[in-house]
């Protein structure tokens, strides 16, 4: 999907955190995702959730569940313009506080978890 929307002009962002850092098998991913297209940046703060926006109207989260027991997470898939138009003007605020690292090679143990807008319509605001 990322290399899709790369190749139609389209633009994939994604935010890990580093505390993420050393899962080869996650890493080798997130690799695979550089080598897409996908621009990647890193964050030390814990992010609120994870989320995905696509086609400026589709949102995919999820949260920690309050009501379950620890570790577990509630996910919600919403389409709707209005909120993928708002959580979209809230991504740059968190990507400007991160931290750009060159592309990772296979062997290196770096990273996950994070936040991801799709955007095939073109660059972000």
């Known amino acids: 999907?990322?290399?899709?929307?790369?190749?139609?002009?389209?633009?994939?962002?994604?935010?890990?955190?580093?505390?993420?850092?050393?899962?080869?098998?996650?890493?080798?991913?997130?690799?695979?995702?550089?080598?897409?297209?996908?621009?990647?940046?890193?964050?030390?703060?814990?992010?609120?959730?994870?989320?995905?926006?696509?086609?400026?109207?589709?949102?995919?989260f999820n949260m920690p569940d309050p009501a379950a027991s620890a570790g577990s997470a509630t996910t919600l898939f919403i389409e709707h313009p209005a909120l993928a138009d708002c959580l979209r003007l809230a991504f740059p605020?968190?990507?400007?506080?991160?931290?750009?690292?060159?592309?990772?090679?296979s062997q290196e143990t770096r990273l996950m978890h994070g936040t991801r807008e799709l955007h095939p319509g073109g660059h972000l605001p």
């Open 1 to 60: 999907m990322v290399r899709q929307l790369h190749r139609a002009g389209g633009t994939v962002r994604a935010i890990y955190l580093n505390e993420a850092l050393g899962d080869p098998e996650t890493v080798e991913h997130v690799r695979r995702f550089a080598v897409a297209g996908e621009e990647a940046r890193f964050v030390v703060s814990e992010l609120p959730l994870k989320l995905v926006v696509a086609d400026a109207s589709l949102v995919l």
């Open 93 to 105: 605020a968190v990507w400007d506080d991160t931290v750009h690292r060159p592309p990772l090679r």
